[in-house]
């Protein structure tokens, strides 16, 4: 079973449904960072035609961990962390490019462990610890950036939309 089939199961085994269209989102999210009006747009173009009931969904699937919201260049975008190796709800770094909006994730435990090191937080348990690092490469051409996608920060990570 992997990893999404076990997080339904458990789901399930508490008495909460898995609907369409809680999947659809799940589906359309995979390997996206998206915001609420670009997971809508997606979905209604799958049949499913009710903004309240995506931000309610929504709502769903950060409450049960399945989904974490983050703010990249101002904006809410919504990311899946199941299925997901590289991170979980409370334990993640994504890196974005100003110019060309890519977005990468990094698994980097060592600076999650840094952080939590710190002695700042010496009598404080850390619970979610989410970085978002905003930037442009020191010697980057905006045009060449978004034609050509030579984007330093994919040499990073995975990079995501």
Not at 100 to 116: L, P, R
Not at 131 to 136: A, F, R, S, T
Not at 151 to 159: Q, R
Request: net charge positive.
């Amino acid at each position: 079973m992997d990893s999404r089939e076990k997080v339904f199961a458990e789901l399930r085994k508490n008495n909460v449904r898995i609907t369409k269209q809680r999947r659809a989102i799940i589906d359309v999210l995979e390997d996206k960072h998206l915001t609420i009006q670009e997971i809508y747009s997606e979905l209604k173009n799958r049949g499913f035609n009710n903004l309240g009931t995506v931000y309610n969904n929504i709502d769903f699937l950060l409450e049960h961990k399945i989904v974490t919201q983050i703010f990249i260049n101002g904006k809410k975008h919504y990311d899946l962390t199941i299925d997901e190796k590289s991170h979980n709800a409370d334990s993640h770094i994504h890196v974005t490019c100003k110019v060309n909006n890519n977005i990468i994730e990094i698994n980097n435990s060592s600076i999650f462990d840094e952080i939590k090191a710190n002695p700042i937080f010496k009598d404080f348990k850390i619970s979610k610890l989410q970085l978002v690092v905003e930037g442009v490469c020191e010697h980057f051409e905006k045009d060449t950036c978004k034609k050509d996608g030579k984007c330093f920060i994919s040499t990073l990570g995975k990079v995501r939309n």
